[in-house]
């Protein structure tokens, strides 16, 4: 199953665009989540995220990326196919979530699927709104943990920060070139115990990739959750099929029981390994990130052009065009204005953007 | 001149509607400024002016209130006229200027236009962007004021606090009932002068608001300013007139010095004379004005019902109908949508709304 120089192993990037981003409202909407917007350069991030394994891109490491598969919500099938036609990539399937049930089934989903699709090949897991930097430096940790496929490969970000929005891997003895064991996964920590981790080195933040060989993730699916394994195989035989269309029936998907791969699988195995990088990762998770993210003038604002922000610092301003904002004399505000929609709250308070969503939805209700 | 008991006392409302109400941006803007807005209430604040001098409210002070002139920009003239026509106001006059020349051209074209279209009748000069919660209050304190119509009569707000972003007035020994000889004309005071004067007593605030007869007007402005006066008389000869609309002409009215009526008359003259009341007036000149004066929540938040404004405290927040805005851990911050635009600043810093559109209009440019 390792790659060889003269047979490049085939690689199927199954693209996991169920999100939500209610943290990035106005922006991020019901209609139309994060991952449908250009939050990280010039591409909406599916289409971020697909470039990142074109065909092209794996050859130079002797890896032959196939055309994706998607997971997304069913409202967003045409939304998802538009920007990938937009970019010239047709995917393998598209699958159809009524609603979202967690990584767990969307990797075995991704397992099976791959196995049927295209036999032999392995899969890579990738959440459709995360940023990345260095593209090649991320494919090269790909490369690294495809001689590392009889395990189920987790790619590790080496920590810029002490931040306590991500979980942490530390890793262990080297297994081949740039791939570890993993010691222990450890949940989002608190400061103190972030710090001790960046000071201590042989940690890094848990990017919620994976590569693996469908075999490996369904075997390790059996022995740890036959339960979501069952009725994840349920739901794909139930599921209605046209073309390259895999709709998945409320019924049969509402039995899968909703858990994360770290949970179900990462933590139990013993076939977890971890490929730490460099690779200026991020999860786009809240505006105060996309913020730290972000073009900075003299004052550490980030704001459109068309704005116009006098006597402020450390601000993040977000306006769709033709939308004329101001602000004065504030340091460390979110003001973004998008969709028709408002919002304003201080940088350290950007996880209550979902407060305000709330509202508003059980307005409506 | 005097009214008596059998023949009210005809006068003629001059609304000044020529500002432009930058420091309310978005909401107030060069196409539709602040008093073709309902800021105090459900008429805009043009039509809420015109109402205060409807013709039956002045019966029952013996006063004979005649159609007003209005003196506006000429871009606004179809607003103007039509914003009266909803509320059954046809104009005597409606004079458009092309630019503004300050509150000296606009007494002295009052003066003239009352003195030819309603010979005998008194003119009272009205600020179109004043919001007067008692009007009839008001209402009585110009009914004093004709009395002394051998003066020019301007109108003091007693002070509800000493604020510093008006101009106060000393009253000084009786007329008539509730009419003042004024001592002196003070600028917008420093903060400890403007509570010294509150405590001492005696002080009104400079409203803006002038009750006189026309001839009282033009001898004066003779006397003081005859610049202003032949200038005005040119553009008034000069003028276009076509059923009741009168066009002022570039040419002319840019020969007119510009300057207020209190500088060029009210200051030097020695016919001033002031009639205090207590109104619930206010000049609505910024949005921390409108907080002020606004219905506020238990946490003194000033809010449309279709915002969202959670742990936050002292903040006015407007926005159009139709635009959702939340607003999240702020305290004493304005945020305003309006109109596609956005404006966010500290309630302090409410005049630095203007350097936003002054900005705006230097990039156009």
Same mark, same amino acid.
């Given at each position: 199953m390792a790659a060889d120089a003269r047979t490049p192993m085939r690689i199927v990037p199954v693209i996991m665009s169920g999100g939500s981003g209610t943290r990035l409202w106005p922006l991020s909407t019901d209609a139309r989540p994060k991952q449908f917007h250009p939050l990280g350069g010039a591409a909406t991030m599916i289409q971020a995220t697909a470039l990142r394994f074109s065909p092209e891109s794996g050859l130079e490491m002797g890896l032959s990326f196939l055309p994706p598969i998607i997971i997304c919500n069913r409202a967003h099938e045409a939304l998802a196919r538009d920007h990938l036609k937009a970019i010239g990539v047709e995917p393998l399937a598209v699958v159809l979530e009524p609603f979202g049930r967690n990584t %767990?089934?969307?990797?075995?989903? #991704?397992?099976k699927l791959v196995q049927e699709l295209c036999p032999g090949a392995l899969a890579v897991l990738l959440p459709a709104d @995360?940023?990345?930097?260095?593209?090649?430096?991320?494919?090269?940790?790909?490369?690294?943990?495809v001689a590392a496929s009889t395990r189920?490969?987790?790619?590790?970000?080496?920590? &810029?920060a002490p931040e306590t929005g991500y979980?942490?891997?530390? *890793?262990?003895?080297p297994i081949c070139e740039g791939v570890f064991e993993v010691v222990r996964f450890a949940e989002k920590p608190a400061r103190a115990i972030a710090e001790a981790y960046v000071?201590?080195?042989?940690? *890094?933040?848990?990017?919620?990739?994976?590569?693996? /060989? $469908?075999?490996v993730m369904l075997s390790e699916l059996e022995a740890h959750r036959p339960d979501i394994l069952t009725?994840?195989?349920?739901?794909? !035989? %139930?599921? =209605? +099929? =046209? !073309? &390259?269309?895999?709709?998945?029936?409320? %019924?049969?998907?509402? #039995?899968? $029981? *909703?858990e994360s791969v770290d949970v179900a699988v990462m933590e139990p195995t013993r076939l977890a390994a971890v490929a730490p990088c460099t690779a200026g990762w991020a999860d786009i998770g809240s505006w105060s990130e996309l913020w730290r993210l972000g073009d900075k003038?003299? +004052?550490?604002?980030?704001? $459109? #052009? @068309? *704005?116009?922000?006098?006597?402020?610092? !450390?601000?993040?301003?977000? /306006? !769709?065009?033709?939308?004329?904002v101001g602000v004065v004399g504030l340091r460390d505000v979110i003001v973004v204005a998008a969709g028709?929609?408002?919002v304003v709250l201080p940088k350290d308070r950007a996880q209550d953007v979902k407060r305000v969503v709330e509202t508003l939805r059980a307005r409506k209700a």
């Open positions: %767990a089934a969307v990797a075995a989903m #991704a397992a @995360h940023v990345i930097a260095d593209e090649r430096a991320f494919r090269a940790a790909v490369a690294c943990g189920i490969v987790t790619f590790g970000i080496t920590p &810029t979980g942490y891997i530390q *890793s262990g003895a000071a201590e080195g042989g940690y *890094s933040w848990n990017g919620g990739i994976f590569l693996f /060989a $469908p075999e009725a994840v195989t349920v739901a794909l !035989d %139930a599921a =209605e +099929r =046209e !073309d &390259t269309t895999i709709r998945l029936t409320d %019924a049969t998907f509402a #039995a899968v $029981p *909703s003038d003299a +004052r550490g604002n980030v704001t $459109p #052009a @068309h *704005s116009v922000v006098l006597d402020s610092d !450390d601000c993040m301003v977000w /306006a !769709d065009i033709g939308v004329q028709g929609a408002v």
